[in-house]
């Protein structure tokens, strides 16, 4: 049981860092990532490669922080003259070309074949058995520090200058502040979060192959997302652990439901994500969470 | 129009304004920049719906209903800006004028179309240009006979003078009253307070969100505050 | 070469369709409908239906099949889009993939993963001189230039069509011009379902029927989109074209599965450098 707990609140780990990266981009940022498991699928990629060419596991990571943080610079530079609509095709072209470059390109990649053996950061460090655990508190640490850092950051004045360009760009033009320099700022961010959280992955696993990643993993982020609450990063750490455990609860119906196959689960499951977007989006748009006000406007506000 | 709150986004522009226009009359409103002209304009037509009060075509209460339902019910509008289709030619913002309001009984789009062209005959020639490519003048001349085109009962005109030169300005004021001696009743809102108020039989004039001054045009014309504050004491 | 031209005008055709739909709903209704690779596969799982396990011959699964989903596209729009229709920014986007989410994967739960084919005689390829033209080739083109012509009409002269435009040019002034908003949403949607579903029944012709299908597509269609200017609808059909025949000109030097690649590149290039599309008008960027 432990183990499989274990193993769950590592996924959880995951799934809340790639919420809480598109919860900056998109929840505080208003920019829209449907190409999200392509940067998460280049972090993987990253890391995984470059550690099996030698390099010590935590350097893989931080490359493939920078990386994927470049790419998604370049992606948001693109189309970040235009209106928010183009840096989704944008975005999701580039993750589908990359999936492609990926499973082609196998002299670089290893195709479909996948890298194997990836070694995780501090491995040797934890005695024997207690690998996993040792990993889910690296992991864990990382969704803790990246929160902490978010948190701060949704409170600082360029939090303030992320929420004024998603709610009021012409406003911040006229303020002199340039509305592109943050805007691809904010998706660097998220994108470095992105790599962290695609390098966990390969770590974890060990190994990646182009399979394992797919819109599924950008559907279950944005439900995070809406669920938690734009912009509250609370609440898309509560609602990644409870989209985590549903899913793997989930996955006993198959027992209980006779006829209901792995496949047609998937579907049931991805179905009632797409619903549920539509659903909160239409009823709940600000989720269940709370967005996090600088200090200043919490103390203003309350004299009202 | 009754007592009417209206704004956006819950902020009132509009406060408690009440007037009316009797069939067949002019009525002008004029007043500074700022003080609720245009939005007084959109509650009348339908684009914006009051805070509170009623608005009242003839006999019948129109507030709740939108700007289609009003122009089938003989209201026609001439926005200031963005007062014709920019990618479809002249004839088809006359079409488009005439066949999404004009009754059964209405003479045909043929009938009417001469009628129209009959008041502005410079863009008689212009029919097949896409409106987008015409100059100021021609726009505002193409707005105003798409609004005429069903034989609208009341026509409502917003700034109807605004970037065109003197000479267009009165060019059109005279058409302006040849439509309204056919019995039409005008509701104008007007910058030019002098040119708008020398067509008008009643003025308005709307300051802050509330009126001023509501009396015959001569009346308000001849008022010395009045005078003094908006016409640039002429 | 000449075979290339021709296949790559084919493969623009079956872009024209969905690509056009975009841009209709896009100029009435200002978002993008990133549903409409599903729509794409939707429409062509319901003439599956209807061709394999009804039995109906092609023409009459199609028309039946895009009828069903016009209307099946009017009611989703009034489910899911209308409540967010006075949302700003980006809401519809998330909803709109939302959408495209849980059709697709009501596909996969009834239709599995497996690919399938739809119930056509078999045929030879026809030869004219150097090129091969198989029967599923002449079928596209020809009934995409058929519907094709058929919208440009109702676009172009008929009081329907000036409606839309109107309502695309200035929603306000064709509000006060007595027309109804929502009366032209609802036949924007009925065209769009319909056109999307008969694109759907040609790629599965052309290729075969799966759930992913319409997800393939996205990146071409919105290019062609965008390469035509996205708010205008016809031109869409010159950027599909444009597109197809780019692509396979550029299997002479890239392997055919990078032609996602080829899309991407041109989308990128007519972002940085003329975003309003090949044929559109310029308008400002930020």
């Known amino acids: 049981m432990t183990v499989y707990l274990i193993a769950t609140l590592t996924l959880v780990a995951m799934a809340a860092l790639a919420g809480l990266a598109l919860n900056l981009q998109w929840g505080m940022g208003g920019l829209v990532n449907f190409g999200l498991f392509g940067f998460y699928m280049l972090g993987a990629y990253i890391a995984g490669l470059l550690t099996v060419q030698g390099l010590p596991p935590l350097v893989a990571l931080g490359m493939a922080m920078l990386g994927v943080a470049a790419l998604s610079a370049v992606s948001a530079l693109i189309s970040v003259r235009l209106s928010e609509d183009y840096l989704a095709i944008v975005t999701l072209g580039f993750a589908e070309c990359l999936r492609l470059v990926i499973s082609y390109e196998g002299w670089l990649t290893r195709g479909m074949l996948g890298v194997s053996g990836i070694e995780r950061p501090f491995q040797a460090w934890w005695p024997r058995g207690w690998g996993d655990t040792g990993f889910l508190l690296l992991a864990l640490l990382a969704v803790l520090i990246v929160y902490t850092v978010l948190q701060a950051l949704a409170r600082s004045p360029f939090g303030r200058l992320v929420r004024a360009t998603r709610d009021d760009p012409g406003v911040v033009e006229a303020l002199g502040k340039s509305v592109l320099a943050v805007r691809v700022r904010v998706f660097a961010i998220g994108g470095a979060i992105l790599g962290l959280a695609g390098s966990l992955h390969a770590f974890y696993y060990s190994y990646i192959d182009p399979t394992q990643f797919g819109p599924i993993i950008t559907a279950y982020a944005f439900m995070a997302v809406v669920v938690g609450g734009r912009g509250s990063n609370r609440g898309v750490v509560a609602s990644a652990f409870t989209l985590i455990f549903l899913l793997e609860g989930s996955r006993f119906l198959i027992d209980l439901v006779p006829g209901l196959g792995a496949s047609e689960l998937a579907a049931i499951r991805l179905f009632l994500v797409g619903v549920g977007l539509v659903v909160l989006l239409i009823f709940k748009p600000d989720g269940f969470g709370r967005e996090p006000r600088s200090a200043l406007a919490d103390k203003t506000s309350s004299r009202f | 129009m009754c007592d009417v709150v209206a704004g956006y986004g819950g902020h009132p522009i509009l406060h408690g304004v009440s007037f009316s226009v009797r069939a067949g009359e002019t009525l002008v409103v004029v007043g500074p920049n700022g003080s609720g002209k245009s939005t007084l304009m959109k509650t009348a037509v339908g684009l914006l719906r009051p805070i509170s009060g009623q608005v009242l075509l003839g006999e019948a209460n129109v507030t709740t209903l939108g700007a289609p339902a009003r122009a089938a019910r003989g209201l026609a509008y001439v926005p200031q800006e963005a007062n014709i289709f920019r990618n479809m030619s002249v004839l088809e913002n006359l079409q488009v004028g005439y066949e999404f309001v004009a009754s059964r009984s209405a003479p045909s789009f043929g009938v009417r179309l001469d009628a129209v062209l009959d008041l502005f005959p410079e863009i008689r020639v212009k029919l097949r240009s896409t409106a987008g490519h015409l100059s100021g003048g021609q726009r505002q001349m193409v707005a105003m006979a798409a609004a005429l085109m069903p034989e609208p009962s009341v026509l409502a005109l917003d700034e109807p003078s605004a970037g065109l030169s003197p000479r267009n300005a009165e060019i059109l004021f005279e058409v302006i009253g040849r439509v309204a001696a056919s019995g039409v009743t005008l509701l104008i809102v007007e910058q030019n307070t002098r040119l708008g108020l020398g067509a008008a039989d009643h003025g308005v004039v709307l300051v802050g969100g509330r009126i001023r001054l509501a009396a015959p045009a001569a009346e308000v014309l001849a008022d010395p505050d009045i005078r003094r504050l908006y016409l640039g004491g002429v | ?286």
């Open chain 3, 1 to 286: 070469m000449g075979q290339l031209l021709v296949n790559g005008i084919v493969a623009g055709l079956l872009l024209a369709l969905p690509a056009l739909a975009l841009s209709l709903t896009f100029s009435v209704l200002r978002f993008a409908n990133y549903a409409v690779g599903s729509y794409l596969s939707c429409g062509a799982y319901l003439v599956y239906i209807g061709n394999v396990l009804l039995g109906m011959p092609l023409w009459l699964a199609a028309s039946a099949g895009a009828a069903l989903f016009a209307v099946i596209a009017v009611g989703i729009d009034w489910l899911a889009y209308r409540p967010l229709r006075n949302r700003g920014g980006v809401t519809l986007l998330v909803a709109s993939m939302g959408v495209a989410i849980a059709l697709e994967n009501v596909i996969r739960f009834f239709a599995g993963n497996s690919p399938r084919a739809y119930n056509v005689p078999v045929a030879r390829p026809m030869r004219f001189g150097d090129i091969r033209l198989n029967h599923e080739q002449l079928t596209i083109l020809v009934a995409v230039i058929a519907a094709l012509a058929v919208v440009w009409i109702i676009f172009r002269f008929t009081r329907l069509g000036r409606m839309m435009r109107a309502v695309a040019d200035n929603p306000d002034l064709a509000a006060v011009r007595g027309i109804s908003r929502s009366r032209v949403v609802a036949y924007v949607w009925l065209i769009a379902g319909m056109l999307t579903t008969l694109s759907g029944v040609l790629v599965g012709l052309d290729a075969n029927v799966e759930p992913q299908m319409g997800w393939t597509y996205l990146l071409p269609v919105f290019t062609a989109a965008i390469l035509g200017g996205i708010a205008n609808p016809m031109a869409a059909v010159a950027g599909a074209l444009t597109l197809g025949i780019a692509e396979e000109l550029a299997t002479l030097v890239m392997p055919v599965h990078y032609r996602m690649i080829v899309t991407f590149l041109v989308m990128v290039a007519l972002l940085l450098v003329r975003p309003w599309g090949l044929f559109g008008t310029r308008w400002v960027t930020k």
